[in-house]
């Protein structure tokens, strides 16, 4: 039979579950808004020619802008996802402790290669877009 945790315990696993749900959230609602922006910026150019055909060249502003955003946004992922990662060891360190499991350290993160991944493809396709507007109004 397991010890029962005293309040000091209790009241640390609560600041963690706590913590856990808030950088959770804040990973996925970062994602979306990064993607969101990257995206609008991305297709704004396509979606609306009469903007394009008025501002000329200075439209691949638009692309680039998307570009560095998708860029800073992977950066700040990065490091959103280090402070996730140590907040996620503990509280799967503690509910393996209070449910006697097995915890497979060799184990990856697939939360961590999931945001990490879409966010990469998200600079891929942005640096495609920002090489299409290259192609298509510097060429000589």
């Given at each position: ?10 009241e640390f696993l609560k600041y963690l579950l ?31 020619s009469e903007i394009a055909t008025k501002v ?85």
């Amino acid at each position: 039979m397991k010890d029962i945790p005293n309040s000091n315990e209790i009241e640390f696993l609560k600041y963690l579950l706590e913590e856990y749900k808030y950088r959770h959230d804040l990973i996925w609602r970062l994602l979306f808004r990064f993607s969101e922006a990257i995206i609008l910026l991305g297709i704004i150019p396509y979606a609306y020619s009469e903007i394009a055909t008025k501002v000329g060249r200075w439209i691949i502003l638009l692309p680039l802008i998307a570009m560095i955003l998708s860029i800073i946004g992977f950066a700040w992922m990065k490091f959103e996802l280090e402070l996730f990662g140590f907040i996620d060891s503990k509280y799967n360190e503690h509910q393996s402790h209070m449910f006697n499991l097995e915890v497979d350290e060799n184990k990856p993160n697939t939360f961590r290669l999931a945001v990490l991944g879409y966010h990469s493809v998200l600079i891929l396709l942005t640096v495609a877009n920002v090489l299409f507007f290259i192609c298509a109004f510097y060429r000589p």
